[in-house]
């Protein structure tokens, strides 16, 4: 069994956890027409406007109830309502999303009360999402947002057969990625939730205030369908949208692990097949025979290198078992959120018996056990530079967020060509390593 390790409560250093409404923002701005909108002071939707911004490179706007030292001591509801008549007046939403954040939660704002008195008196929806920062992070936030959202729209029964899919927080070229593999078995997906376009969008002629894309709520609506089909990827959480799907209307509710590596490809393709009654396409077949061919050409550079692996509790699981099937060992996971359980199942316990696991972790332990590792290469986000530069370890970058380098939107990890591109990246950040070595500088390794 591998070994499993809690973070001091006592004091966080340099957290790894990102703020809940800031997932809630990414999730709201997948949904067709819709304006996030944060309940709460102005500096919190700055502070994921910039984010997301720096992330993305897309201009990203968040609104606020901006809350004030009065409003912190009487509550907000004039604010929020003073708040969506002027996204209203702006924007033109057709939905708000609004998230709560810290402050609101602590003095005791009832949301939903406040979004049943005012309702009826505005013409757009409003979906509600408590995301107080101190009960999780961002991925929580995401994926309860989505569970809000589905909530809010299927309250009766459809007869869609429409396939819906939930992923993690990805890139926008994953989520394209993943609609492209769809489309080859003649699937037309519904991503929950789809930012491929709005925030990964193209140059405009003129300014648009909200975006094109993201997941029509009236699609939304047709998932409360027996005949309708739900894919959840990622880790396994309780009281999520496929769950209410499958309990209340019968929705066919399947989980998932993401698609990163050629096994994780292979089971979901497999479900693609047996949902569409289609064979896997010879395209598809002849992808992954490359991908093999990949594995087999880097596999001496990779094989017994020692890893790192830190970032968020949807990534860090599969980002461990894409490593164990490259022959990388992993010698550390970290994550803020639980992920024990998701690398039991994904890895085999030969593989895991060497790995230490940091839940609840902050960037302070992570450099504590790299300084005791001494791994050969750290993979996760660009919050670990630090760390990557102190110790000289090179670090290859992959999931949310990447603020120190250029074209985090468009890394892809899923699928076969995304698992050729993570080895092309990290075995190129190893021979480049190799090379700062040789006084020479030999041009073949």
């Given at each position: 069994m591998f070994d499993k390790k809690v973070r001091d409560p006592y004091v966080t250093v340099n957290p790894c956890r990102l703020c809940t409404p800031l997932g809630a923002s990414i999730a709201f701005r997948g949904i067709s027409k819709c304006?996030?909108?944060?309940?709460?002071?102005?500096?919190?939707?700055t502070y994921i406007r910039r984010f997301l911004i720096s992330h993305f490179r897309e201009p990203v706007d968040i609104a606020s109830?901006?809350?004030s030292e009065e409003t912190a001591i009487f509550g907000g509801e004039s604010?929020?309502?003073?708040?969506?008549?002027?996204?209203?007046l702006k924007y033109n939403p057709e939905v708000i999303g609004i998230a709560t954040s810290c402050l609101t939660e602590t003095i005791g704002d009832d949301l939903k009360q406040m979004i049943f008195r005012l309702k009826n008196k505005v013409p757009v929806a409003l979906i509600p999402v408590s995301t107080p920062s101190f009960k999780g992070n961002h991925v929580i936030g995401f994926h309860d947002t989505i569970t809000a959202v589905v909530k809010y729209c299927c309250v009766e029964k459809s007869t869609s057969s429409k396939v819906y899919i939930e992923t993690p927080i990805l890139s926008a070229t994953d989520l394209r990625y993943i609609k492209t593999l769809c489309g080859q078995f003649a699937i037309d997906p519904v991503l929950l939730a789809d930012y491929s376009e709005t925030l990964d969008g193209g140059v405009w002629e003129e300014y648009t205030p909200i975006p094109d894309?993201?997941?029509?709520?009236?699609?939304?609506?047709?998932?409360?369908?027996p005949?309708?089909?739900y894919i959840d990827m990622g880790n396994t959480r309780g009281k999520n949208a496929g769950t209410y799907l499958r309990e209340t209307f019968g929705t066919t509710y399947c989980k998932l692990d993401?698609?990163?590596?050629i096994e994780a490809t292979d089971l979901f393709l497999k479900m693609l097949s047996y949902v569409s009654g289609k064979k896997i396409p010879e395209s598809i077949k002849k992808e992954r025979n490359r991908c093999i061919d990949t594995y087999i050409d880097a596999h001496k550079y990779v094989s017994g290198i020692r890893a790192v692996l830190f970032g968020d509790e949807d990534m860090v699981p599969s980002m461990a078992a894409f490593c164990c099937e490259i022959g990388i060992?992993?010698?550390?996971?970290?994550?803020e959120g639980k992920i024990s359980d998701e690398i039991e199942k994904k890895i085999a316990s030969e593989k895991r018996e060497n790995i230490k696991v940091v839940e609840d972790a902050d960037f302070d332990s992570i450099e504590q056990n790299v300084k005791d590792l001494k791994p050969d290469i750290m993979i996760g986000t660009g919050k670990g530079n630090h760390i990557s530069i102190k110790y000289d370890i090179p670090l290859v970058r992959v999931g949310f967020p990447i603020h120190d380098r250029f074209g985090a939107s468009r890394i892809l990890h899923c699928g076969y060509d995304?698992?050729?591109?993570?080895?092309?990246?990290?075995?190129?950040?190893?021979?480049s390593r190799k090379q700062e070595n040789i006084p020479d500088g030999y041009s073949y390794l």
């Open positions: 304006m996030p909108l944060i309940h709460g002071s102005q500096g919190c939707a109830s901006s809350f604010n929020l309502m003073d708040a969506v008549n002027n996204v209203i894309g993201g997941t029509p709520v009236s699609v939304i609506k047709e998932a409360a369908s005949d309708a089909v993401t698609p990163v590596g060992e992993p010698v550390l996971c970290a994550s995304g698992a050729m591109g993570l080895m092309d990246s990290i075995v190129n950040v190893l021979l």
